[in-house]
């Protein structure tokens, strides 16, 4: 089956990566007539702060012309496929958020064979997605620009965030960096 | 000499390797000491990965003041060694800790600086500066 090319999409906190990704998509949506949007969420509310980013979110895809469906995974996306089609353009909002709902969620530690197995599966779930679905957009965050620490369990964590958007950047057809809200192009044409 | 530089985790030995197949890798993570004086080469592509390591080392053994002066001199050495013949070559990759939040330690907040310092030396005296973001290079220099 043919697979849906990926547009990956990173940036520091509040840099306005989620907005470019609902841009991208409205775009997508608007040059290929029939196309839906479905808005694949994996965080979890867990405190107030949260909840009001998650209403703000959910406000700008209220006001959009396009109206988008909803899915709220915190793991296991690929249990998402039945809600959409070959035509619809998915936005995973986003893959950091998701990574720690998958590693966390089993008090299993973070041996290197927990992280190895989560990040497979992921890759595999990703995999699955993209040939059930029209676009596949992915949005994460850029964590890895600060001192080491010589905590190990932070340090593999970094390591398993530094490998899978390494993934997804040599998957992806366009992939793109966003400072104060300006994209930047990394990979591909736009 | 060519400055590769980006965040941790980013895939830039991958991409060094991929681009020179250097003999000769010295390498702080490894815990090899800094090759101050150019007799240490015994290849002519070298490759001196983890700066920001040794940088540490030094900040945590004196205070910051003469680090980056003592770096200059090292860089320059280097660069004398390069150019004695034509095809050698001092690759050098250094992570980027620049951008999180100011460490509560004191030692740790001179590192950064003296690491961010460091770096815009290396730029400036290096022939060609690339960033890698997950395996994708961005040429500055």
């Known amino acids: 089956m043919e697979k849906a090319p990926v547009y990956f999409i990173t940036g520091g906190v509040r840099s306005g990566k989620s907005t470019f990704a609902e841009e991208i998509a409205h775009e997508l949506a608007r040059t290929h007539s029939g196309t839906l949007l479905y808005y694949l969420a994996c965080g979890r509310a867990q405190d107030e702060e949260m909840q009001k980013r998650i209403e703000l979110h959910q406000q700008s895809r209220q006001n959009s012309v396009i109206p988008w469906a909803l899915g709220e995974f915190p793991r296991n996306i690929d249990h998402s496929i039945p809600f959409y089609s070959k035509q619809t353009i998915v936005l995973l909002d986003c893959l950091t958020t998701w990574l720690d709902n998958e590693l966390f969620s089993i008090n299993s530690g973070l041996s290197k064979e927990h992280l190895q197995n989560v990040m497979r599966n992921m890759l595999e779930s990703i995999e699955t997605i993209r040939k059930h679905c029209y676009s596949l957009i992915v949005v994460s965050n850029e964590v890895l620009h600060e001192p080491l620490t010589s905590n190990e369990i932070v340090q593999a964590y970094q390591k398993t965030i530094g490998k899978l958007h390494q993934e997804l950047v040599a998957r992806s057809n366009q992939a793109y960096l966003v400072e104060a809200g300006i994209p930047i192009l990394m990979k591909g044409n736009r | ?141």
């Not at chain 2, 800094?34 to 004196?62: A, H, Q, T, Y």
């Not at chain 2, 910051?64 to 004695?84: C, F, L, M, P, V």
């Not at chain 2, 460490?103 to 005296?125: A, C, E, F, H, S």
């Open chain 2, 1 to 141: 000499m060519h400055f590769i530089t980006g965040g941790a985790y980013n895939g830039k030995r991958k991409w060094v390797r991929a681009l020179y197949e250097p003999k000769q890798w010295i390498s702080a993570y490894h815990n090899h000491p800094l090759p101050v004086r150019s007799n240490d080469f015994s290849e002519k592509k070298i490759v001196l990965e983890g700066i920001e390591m040794w940088i540490k080392n030094d900040v945590e053994s004196r205070d910051g003041s003469n680090i980056r002066a003592n770096w200059k001199t090292y860089i320059q050495s280097w660069r004398e060694w390069e150019r004695e013949e034509e095809d050698r070559l001092i690759i050098m990759i250094g992570t980027d800790i620049s951008k999180g939040i100011v460490p509560m330690n004191k030692l740790d907040r001179t590192w950064r600086d003296v690491t961010g310092w460091i770096y815009q030396d290396l730029t400036d005296l290096s022939n060609r500066v690339d960033i890698i973001w997950y395996g994708l290079n961005q040429q500055l220099k």
